[in-house]
């Protein structure tokens, strides 16, 4: 079985044939580009075109939004990505693409060549999302990090968050410090009144978005659970209840929120929960070569009230006038703004890095509270963990929530519209009573922020004096460079890559269908040598059985451009169902669930909610098997 760096030097020499093909006056550049990679794959290993191209990919974008690399200090370049001489500007590697995007003095190009902007990134970004774990000393600055960022974070308004009972009151000034006096600084060092923003007009911008979503009624939300794994002792299931912590009881009542009967049976069978809370659990899950992904598991009963939060806050924001930016179901509307933005430059891109571990308490207690109905806060404080264990080590929460809580995405979401609507109302001296208007020109997906140009350096100095960090690497606003929500574009041109995130494995069932996906995506894009490279690396008895343009099927099928094609399989009639049925390669996912007491299923199938023609079972899903084999599928 080939490794994994010789499947990789294929696929980038069928590349290399797919692009010569569109630029054959540059084959011999490319060859010698296939050449440095292979070297350097021996070299380095997969962490040369898992690592390094993604940072050679980050300089080639800011010399497109900068338009130009002459203006980029030689020390910002990537290694292995210098200038070719002393007199040409561009990198020796990938040098005959560039030269088609840029000039010699390293400025771009009146008219630069789309498409090689394109394959420069199909290049530098084929493998950037492979699924890989990596190396300890990544995973130990990645937590390191995450550390650091909590230790630096201000702490919470006395009497609030760390308390049972919270006294939460209506903050004026700054978000974070209130309103100083003149020789005062902030949190961070800097001086209050040097920071440029108008807080009085966020502290109205807020007002008004507090209003539409108006008063939370505990006893009106909907709790539900995620898909992700919990803090409670091992062996604890998701639906029973064990524990409910007392801050939680006195805002959401346990017998009203977890038991089907209000109780009744658990107080004569004497089976009451205890009032512990446990700290969330910080994860490292697997995510590419560079570094892992940090999330925290939550416990059972902070979870199930978070998700009636999210319900709530989600249905409030598109009910109201908010939801013109924000829509958290659906990211293709910031795909489109990206795309538009990068035909027209008008628009700017941003994205901020860790976002979610840089928004504190004093944030949220901001944009929520009021002056007689802080009802979201009361919830939000009963719901949130308070802890988190770390290895050995437990400690204590400064931010608001860690990736893990239902309530991080909605609150980041909203928090950030907030933002940018300050920025684009202060920019043109708008009052709070036009935020309405300003948010029609926001587009917001968690972290991910498409707004007007011209407002970018308020909502940039905003975010800094509140301790949030734009993350540089993905941020745009000058040239014709946008990327949003996993769309990149160019000049009004979708430019996004095909990744290959997974190869081949006669271990791994899933493998087989995410192979065919990634070939699939490169087979639309036009890399059908590269598509074609991929698909090989399956054996030829499962490829053969695979369909050809057919959809939701249950078949692993590849794409045509002609429609379908099932000839080449056995088929046979199902007289039962009347009709021609083929014999194909099918993916099937077995779940192994473990199962509460009858009230356990009770409540889970109120929160639900099934489909009644649908076949339903309740329990947790403890295993989730995938197997592949042969199956019979309609012709």
């Known amino acids: 079985m080939k490794s994994q760096t010789q499947t990789f030097t294929e696929l980038y020499h069928a590349l290399k044939e797919d692009m010569g093909t569109q630029y054959p006056a540059i084959v011999e550049d490319l060859e010698r580009d296939l ?6 794959l021996r070299d380095e290993g997969l962490s040369f075109i898992t690592i390094t191209h993604p940072a050679m990919c980050d300089f080639f974008q800011k010399s497109l939004a ?84 909590e230790a630096g974070m201000p702490d919470h308004h006395p009497g609030t968050w760390d308390l049972d009972d919270p006294d939460f009151t209506r903050r004026v000034g700054h978000p974070l410090w209130g309103t100083p006096s003149r020789s005062d600084t902030d949190l961070f060092g800097s001086v209050a009144e040097d920071d440029g923003v108008d807080w009085k007009l966020y502290r109205s911008i807020c007002d ?76 490292c899950v697997p995510k590419t070569q560079k570094g892992p992904r940090i999330i925290c598991k939550e416990p059972i009963a902070h979870q199930w009230i978070q998700g009636g939060i999210q319900r709530f806050l989600e249905e409030r924001v598109r009910d109201t006038f908010i939801g013109q930016s924000i829509d958290f179901r659906n990211q293709a509307y910031s795909q489109a703004w ?79 519209a907030s933002f940018a609507a300050l920025a684009i109302c202060q920019s043109r001296r708008w009052g709070a009573s036009r935020v309405d208007s300003a948010l029609s ?16 350096e308020v909502l940039y100095r905003a975010l800094h004096s509140c301790g949030l960090k734009v993350n540089e690497n993905k941020s745009y606003y000058t040239g014709l460079f946008r990327e949003s929500c996993g769309m990149d574009a160019y000049a009004g041109v ?14 791994s069932s899933s493998s087989l269908q995410a192979v ?11 890399f059908w040598n590269t598509s074609a490279c991929l698909l090989k690396t399956i054996p030829m008895a499962e490829r053969k059985l695979l369909t050809i343009g057919s959809k939701d099927d249950g078949a692993v099928s590849l794409y045509s451009f002609q429609g379908k094609k099932t000839d080449h399989l056995r088929s046979k009639w199902n007289e039962y169902l009347q009709r021609y049925e083929v014999e194909a390669m099918v993916v099937l996912s077995r779940t192994t669930k473990a199962e509460g007491d009858g009230k356990a299923g009770l409540i889970q199938f109120f929160s639900e909610e099934p489909d009644p023609m649908s076949k339903y079972s309740s329990g947790q899903v403890r295993q989730v098997t995938t197997t592949k084999r042969r199956g019979r599928v309609s012709a």
């Open 338 to 416: 990206a795309l538009d933005a990068s035909a027209y430059g008008d628009l700017a891109t941003v994205d901020l890095s860790a976002a979610s571990d840089r928004i504190s308490t004093r944030l949220v207690e901001y944009l929520f509270g009021r002056d007689l109905d802080n009802s979201v806060l009361y919830a939000l404080h009963a719901s949130r963990s308070r802890y988190f264990r770390l290895g050995d080590g437990t400690y204590r929460f400064k931010k608001f929530a860690p990736m893990g809580s239902a309530c991080t995405f909605p609150v980041q979401s909203i928090l950030f």
């Open 494 to 507: 979708d430019i996004t890559p095909a990744y290959v995130r997974r190869l081949y494995s006669s271990s």
């Open 66 to 149: 900068l338009e130009g690399m002459h203006s980029l200090s030689l020390e910002s370049r990537p290694r292995g990505f210098g200038r070719k001489s002393k007199d040409d500007q561009r990198p020796r590697y990938l040098h005959g693409l560039l030269a088609l995007i840029f000039k010699e003095d390293g400025t771009l190009r009146p008219d630069p060549d789309v498409t090689a902007i394109y394959f420069v990134r199909q290049w530098l970004l084929m493998a950037k999302k492979m699924e890989m774990t990596c190396d300890d000393h990544r995973t130990e600055a990645a937590l390191n990090e995450f550390l650091a960022i």
């Open 208 to 283: 008004r978005f507090a209003s539409a979503i108006g008063t939370m009624d505990p006893w009106s939300i909907r709790p539900k659970h995620g898909p992700g794994a919990v803090a409670d002792p091992s062996g604890s299931l998701k639906y029973n209840f064990n524990y409910w912590p007392r801050k939680l009881q006195q805002y959401f009542p346990w017998d009203f929120f977890a038991t089907p009967d209000l109780g009744l049976f658990s107080h004569e069978e004497g089976k009451e929960p205890e009032e512990r809370e446990f700290p969330s659990v910080v994860l």
């Open 441 to 456: 020109e926001i587009r917001v997906f968690g972290d991910d922020i498409i707004l007007p140009k011209d407002a970018i």
């Open 516 to 526: 065919v996906d990634s070939s699939n995506n490169l087979f639309m894009r036009g």
């Open 35 to 40: 050449s440095r990679l292979q070297s350097s």
